[in-house]
């Protein structure tokens, strides 16, 4: 298992029998690692079952599998591998029973969450909500609950939203619901209060891998403390100089707390990069160079010098849009002189990234004036359109009576006579009968709260789903859920609700486009095929036939379909958040500017200096990982003015370029000026090359 690895790889996969860090820089082949340590742990003895690995995103999940699978082939089907939030909710299914949660729990979505919070704060404002939202995440990734919360708030605000964090949990309870906090937060609180639960994890796995191990949050340390217990047989990879979620609760700190917390712990360093040139780990590692160092490296390639890294200032945004479509096309053209048959690069070769979302129109408008195919990525996910926000409350519905955000959303849509006023005096006395709105439909004392002819359209509503649920638990595999699911819309009469809410017919398709779209997924998922799903609800990556029930349960953890479609061949724009984990041969930073980034600092009137130290080091980091998303080519951009709300102000480039220490500060060379030598120049050799074949026909 350790061929193709280099000396540090093969290190840190053979270490098999305590805790053991590898401190994976980027580009250095941590997944690889990952793999290969899985298919030695098997060899060594240990059952495929005994083995969990650990990402965060279904993307990396999916992507692991994979490797693993071509690696070690069927027996990668018995290892669990999946998100922290997937492993929370194969926890709390199998086992949530003893926090009072039934196995057919839901998990809400962000907006439900801003829905309950504004009936629990008697706020109708979304943006107020919102902020709750955010205050009370970052408690619960703290391990806080409302009374905790309550007790350590500082001033009237936190002890505001302590007391609604009181109130949303009450609902939740009642909705028999959960929130994505919750599935770390509740495991926790499960393998803390309960000792057989704790002792059957424990037991269950041998090793336990955790990939991006600096993204962990303070409740996901102490959810793989008690889950790898006092033998601690775990591998941790991760890279403190990428670590930037601070904001979403990520803490250097569990880096730091290794060590003190197991002694015997194995630290491995991966330095050598296998993604980029030396020019471009160069500026990396000088500007990660002034941050603090837990464990100091330096990341080196064996793949050459490369191109310079190019800094590049531009006059204005709509400036900087310019000159990246130029240097893109002069690129592919440049490509296309270098490679036989005049072969232009794809265009997924390229990558344009930026601090904030704001900074993507510009670069829009100029691809679409250039004709140039790309793509935004972090947009807006599948399952938060409005029409399969729709279906998904009908089915999280039938698979959980209990959950009242989805029967508000599901009785209302399409509508069938049930107004506002109605709803209003049914909840009431649900609330009065501590019952959900579902079973408080059939209480013989409903007709003391509501008229007679309301409770019809109500019991009918009712009816409709008790059918519905009757045939979806008995619906299993692609083959039956087709049907069933073409005639629950047909029942519903959602596509005519569609057509109806929509003046134009061309909007209205393609809200159905998206509604069919949603229903072929739904019935390849129950089809037990191989999927990103695997490991969120007691499976593996190789999957039985489903129920469609069963499928609905795994909806809240996935992202969104584009993610798993073919990729095209399209220049992708992100910001540096969302590139985290990918590479491009050519990428390029724009924007690069004070208050840009690093982003706002001097915006913090409030916060200490210690505060806005750790602020620009995750900033820093942050440039990092941009640097080290390029392969083969870097072009860093600032702007000479810059928009700042309605005004235009003096930009000043990033203190990032001086510290990246490049040879060449700023190269002001226009790449229009290159695209026009580079057109005269394929020109010419084509002429060339139709006189040379004119002259071999003589």
Not at 657 to 672: F, G, H, N, S
Request: hydrophobic residues 40%.
């Amino acid at each position: 298992m350790s061929d193709g690895l280099n000396l540090a790889q093969q290190e840190a996969v053979n270490y098999l029998h305590g805790p053991c860090l590898v401190l994976a820089g980027a580009g250095s082949g941590k997944t690889r690692v990952i793999t290969h340590k899985i298919g030695r742990l098997i060899q060594s003895g240990m059952r495929p079952d005994e083995i969990a690995a650990i990402t965060f995103t279904n993307k990396a999940a999916a992507e692991m599998r994979e490797r693993a699978r071509a690696l070690i082939g069927r027996l990668a089907k018995g290892v669990l591998i999946c998100t922290f939030h997937a492993l929370g909710v194969r926890m709390l299914r199998q086992d949530g029973a003893a926090l009072g949660l039934k196995k057919q729990f839901s998990i809400l979505d962000s907006d439900d969450v801003t829905s309950i919070l504004k009936d629990a704060g008697g706020s109708a404002d979304a943006a107020t909500a919102r902020q709750w939202q955010w205050t009370i995440s970052r408690w619960k990734n703290m391990g806080l609950n409302a009374e905790q919360a309550e007790a350590q708030a500082t001033g009237d605000d936190e002890k505001l939203i302590a007391r609604i964090m009181a109130r949303y949990e009450e609902r939740l309870s009642a909705y028999q619901s959960v929130d994505f906090d919750d599935l770390i937060g509740l495991p926790l609180k499960l393998l803390q209060q309960h000792d057989a639960v704790r002792s059957k994890w424990q037991d269950a796995l041998g090793h336990v891998l955790v990939d991006e191990y600096q993204d962990t949050n303070a409740t996901q340390y102490e959810v793989l403390k008690l889950l790898v217990g006092a033998r601690g047989r775990f591998t941790a990879v991760g890279d403190d100089d990428q670590s930037i979620y601070g904001w979403r609760g990520a803490t250097l700190d569990n880096l730091k707390r290794l060590p003190l917390d197991y002694p015997n712990l194995k630290v491995v360093k991966l330095e050598q990069n296998y993604r980029s040139t030396s020019a471009i780990l160069r500026a990396a590692n000088n500007v990660i160079g002034p941050n603090p160092k837990l464990f100091p490296k330096t990341l080196f390639s064996e793949l050459g010098e490369g191109e310079p890294v190019r800094v590049i200032d531009c006059d204005s945004d709509e400036h900087e849009a310019e000159r990246v479509v130029a240097r893109i096309q002069s690129l592919r053209a440049e490509g296309s002189l270098q490679a036989a048959g005049g072969q232009y690069r794809d265009w997924k070769d390229f990558c344009v990234l930026y601090r904030a979302n704001h900074q993507a129109r510009v670069f829009e408008k100029a691809f679409r004036k250039a004709g140039i195919p790309y793509k935004v990525s972090g947009g807006q996910s599948f399952f938060d359109r409005t029409e399969v926000k729709d279906l998904c409350s009908w089915l999280r519905l039938l698979a959980n009576n209990d959950d009242d955000p989805a029967f508000l959303r599901a009785v209302t849509t399409p509508r069938r006579g049930i107004g506002h006023t109605t709803l209003g005096a049914l909840g009431g006395f649900a609330t009065q009968s501590k019952l959900s709105l579902f079973e408080s439909l059939f209480s013989h004392s409903l007709g003391s709260a509501i008229p007679a002819k309301a409770i019809g359209s109500l019991h009918e509503f009712g009816r409709t789903l008790n059918d519905l649920e009757y045939r979806a638990r008995r619906t299993v595999g692609e083959e039956a859920a087709r049907p069933f699911l073409n005639d629950w819309l047909k029942d519903i009469g959602y596509e005519k609700h569609l057509y109806d809410g929509e003046d134009s017919e061309k909007l209205a398709a393609a809200r159905w486009g998206n509604v069919t779209d949603f229903c072929d997924w739904m019935a390849q998922r129950c089809g037990g095929e191989l999927d990103d799903t695997a490991g969120v609800a007691g499976v593996t990556f190789e999957t039985e036939k489903k129920t469609l029930l069963e499928v609905v349960q795994t909806i809240a953890l996935l992202s969104t379909i584009s993610e798993r479609e073919t990729e095209r061949d399209v220049v992708t724009l992100s910001t540096l958040h969302a590139a985290k984990g990918l590479e491009w041969p050519h990428v390029v930073l724009a924007g690069v500017n004070e208050g840009l980034l690093p982003f706002k600092l001097e915006d913090d009137n409030g916060s200490n200096g210690d505060a806005i130290a750790l602020r620009l080091q995750e900033e820093r980091r942050l440039m990092y990982v941009g640097i080290t998303r390029a392969q083969r080519t870097l072009a860093v951009n600032w702007l000479k003015k810059r928009k700042k709300g309605r005004d235009t102000v003096a930009g000043v480039p990033s203190r990032f370029i001086a510290e990246m220490a490049l040879d060449k500060a700023t190269v002001r060379e226009d790449p229009r000026e290159k695209l026009k030598e580079l057109r005269a120049e394929f020109a010419k050799k084509s002429l060339d090359a139709l006189a040379a074949a004119a002259l071999a026909r003589r």
